[in-house]
């Protein structure tokens, strides 16, 4: 009788640690989704497609990526490299930066731009960070050489 509550209480334990094991590494994989997304600002545009990546919204945020096409003092416009459009709408209070601060009058016809911010009910997005001339990295898609 001693030796099955023995095994009872090992299989107890095993079970235990086997469960808190698998917890801890899906517990690892949130926390990582959580600061990939918090890194990339969010849902993120690949090509103008709308291509997400894991954890890809957070709060709404949009990534939006292009060409300014027009500018003014509240908002621009970006060519998305679909070819379509997108209004920018920004305040006093969005970050704008570049490798160095930069202001409204940096904001050109011809820049390339990435916009993270809030997306209206209109289509528009309400900045919250406008980065000017972005390093955009796609991932290459092509499969690995074989071995």
Do not use: E, H
């Not at 030796?3 to 094991?21: D, P, T």
């Not at 940096?106 to 528009?124: C, E, I, R």
């Not at 991932?139 to 074989?146: E, G, L």
């Amino acid at each position: 009788m001693k030796n099955k509550n023995l095994i009872i209480a090992i299989l107890i334990v095993l079970v235990g640690a086997g469960a808190g094991f698998f917890g801890g590494m899906k517990y690892r994989d949130y926390q990582i989704s959580k600061q990939r997304t918090s890194f990339a600002g969010g849902n993120f545009q690949r090509n103008g497609t709308g291509a997400q990546g894991a954890g890809a919204r957070l709060g709404g945020a949009r990534g939006i990526n292009g060409t300014i096409l027009s500018s003014d003092d509240k908002s621009i416009t970006v060519k998305l490299t679909d070819g379509s459009s997108k209004i920018i709408l920004f305040s006093d209070t969005t970050q704008i930066n570049q490798a160095a601060t930069a202001t409204k009058t940096d904001l050109k016809v011809g820049t390339t731009v990435a916009v993270f911010g809030q997306t209206n009910s209109d289509g528009s997005v309400t900045a919250q960070n406008i980065q000017l001339n972005p390093v955009i990295r796609v991932p290459d898609a092509s499969p690995p050489p074989a071995q």
